[in-house]
């Protein structure tokens, strides 16, 4: 099994940054991908960012040049800067990586518990 837990969630005035870090553990043969997702409340968890192996990245419309996602593939971690926070950004911010546990295992969807993000204007 595989454990991801996040940190550096906070409030921050807009205008602000903040950068959250993931960090596993447990059984990792190779990760196919790395993101961070948020949910705010009443609304459906959305893809913010993500980095797949060999470094291409994707974000969403709404944080392309102020987010910024990043992998360290020694230590298995995956990092957000967010600058130029808004009031919008507010939502729990959730690690996700897809990662295949052994060597002839397939690839599964792991989850970290998630971190609040409050903006306030």
């Known amino acids: 099994q595989v454990e991801l837990v996040e940190s550096g969630g906070g409030l921050v005035q807009a205008g602000g940054s903040l950068t959250l870090s993931c960090a596993t553990s447990?059984?990792?043969?190779?990760?196919?991908?790395m993101a961070w997702y948020r949910q705010a409340p009443g609304k459906e968890r959305e893809l913010v960012a993500q980095i797949i192996s060999g470094g291409t990245t994707n974000y969403a419309d709404s944080v392309k040049g102020r987010f910024t996602i990043s992998r360290n593939t020694v230590k298995n971690t995956v990092s957000l800067q967010m600058n130029s926070l808004k009031p919008e950004d507010t939502a729990v911010y959730y690690c996700?990586?897809?990662?295949?546990?052994?060597?002839?295992?397939?690839?599964?969807?792991?989850w970290g518990q998630g971190t609040q993000v409050t903006v306030s204007p």
């Open positions: 447990g059984s990792i043969f190779s990760i196919d991908s």
């Open positions: 996700n990586a897809v990662i295949q546990n052994w060597y002839y295992s397939p690839s599964y969807d792991y």
